[in-house]
């Protein structure tokens, strides 16, 4: 059963979502960078970016988590620094991290978000029954939730976020570490949210999910958006495919740079990539399909080396990496170990 967005909501504002000029920093620092972004009502919109990105922290600040440093947010056209009450009546939120009581059952659980929002006993247990079915609670609802599995929790805190119908639904990573019956349940449940016309903002640094659900996305790197539009958008405006070859198991900067100055000389390739985080590694994107043989057999032809090679066709990671330097994998390694989660959560609460 999927439910559609309450009709005691009247949406009036283009943008569902709109934040302008966002700064966040703990501890001197910066989380978020001047960031601005305008999420279309009844769209499913991604956050794409590594860890330490800056994606939590916003998704915090705009479900009333947490405050930034400066800027505006606007959910629906409110103001949600003046007036956090009235946003919350229109936002479910899943965070990162778990926020169910082991002691408690799934129903309890329910119940107890149902009374927070002021839903009446009839409402109450007509969207508990439906969340029932939708997300396949079964019998696991009357169970407490500290034997649940991870994917079983995950499925609650979406129920909890999903029970009183909002307009608009903020996600943070929703199904890293699941199960693929939970992950792909969990998307199926998206999908009909937004087909029913709420509008969903998830966070996310899984690349499959980014391209199955969303819409539309911005992609994050240190606190600040470097490209946003639909996927498809994205991808063609890097190219075609890409060739990522390596001259020797570990180059060193020289002669990386020589093997690109080469490649280019040859117009094959409308760009080289250099990424010196998986031993500097080139990777070649061109503009239009089957040049890939075309392009070996001009590096072979000027005598230099091949340690090995791959094709693949362009992907938001490609994206990503034109803009940083490295993928995303690259990113997340370079930042764990890092940050202070500790500290920033409790920087963030007050």
């Not at 002021?118 to 939708?134: D, G, T, V, Y």
Request: charged letters at 25%; one cysteine or more.
């Amino acid at each position: 059963m999927v439910m559609s967005p309450g009709s005691h909501i009247c949406s009036k504002a283009k943008h569902a979502i709109e934040i302008k000029n966002l700064h966040k920093a703990y501890s001197g620092t910066r989380a978020i960078s001047d960031l601005s972004l305008n999420v279309p009502a009844g769209s499913f919109f991604g956050l794409l970016g590594p860890n330490g990105s800056g994606k939590t922290s916003t998704l915090r600040i705009l479900a009333t988590l947490a405050s930034a440093d400066s800027g505006e947010v606007l959910i629906n056209g409110i103001d949600a620094r003046k007036n956090p009450r009235e946003v919350r009546k229109l936002i479910g939120y899943v965070g990162q991290e778990a926020s169910i009581d082991k002691i408690l059952t799934g129903a309890e659980h329910l119940r107890f978000t149902s009374d927070l929002h002021h839903l009446s006993s009839r409402e109450r247990n007509q969207r508990i029954e439906a969340i029932k079915e939708q997300l396949e609670l079964g019998d696991w609802l009357y169970r407490r939730t500290g034997t649940y599995s991870g994917g079983m929790r995950r499925r609650l805190e979406l129920a909890c976020a999903l029970l009183h119908n909002p307009m608009i639904f903020i996600l943070d990573e929703p199904s890293v570490g699941l199960d693929p019956e939970s992950r792909h349940l969990i998307w199926n449940v998206l999908k009909s949210c937004a087909n029913a016309g709420q509008t969903i903002l998830m966070s996310t640094h899984q690349l499959d999910e980014t391209e199955s659900l969303a819409e539309q996305i911005a992609i994050l790197s240190e606190g600040h958006i470097i490209a946003s539009g639909t996927p498809d958008k994205l991808k063609n405006e890097i190219g075609k495919e890409k060739l990522t070859l390596k001259i020797r198991e570990f180059s060193n900067p020289e002669e990386a740079k020589n093997a690109s100055r080469i490649i280019k000389a040859e117009t094959l390739a409308e760009e080289v990539i250099i990424n010196p985080c998986q031993g500097y590694a080139l990777n070649v994107i061109s503009k239009s399909q089957g040049t890939t043989e075309k392009i070996l057999d001009s590096i072979q032809r000027t005598g230099l080396p091949l340690f090995s090679y791959s094709k693949s066709n362009i992907s938001l990671d490609d994206v990503y990496l034109k803009t940083t330097g490295r993928t995303l994998i690259d990113a997340e390694i370079a930042t764990a170990g890092t940050r202070d989660l500790r500290k920033e959560r409790k920087q963030s609460m007050r």
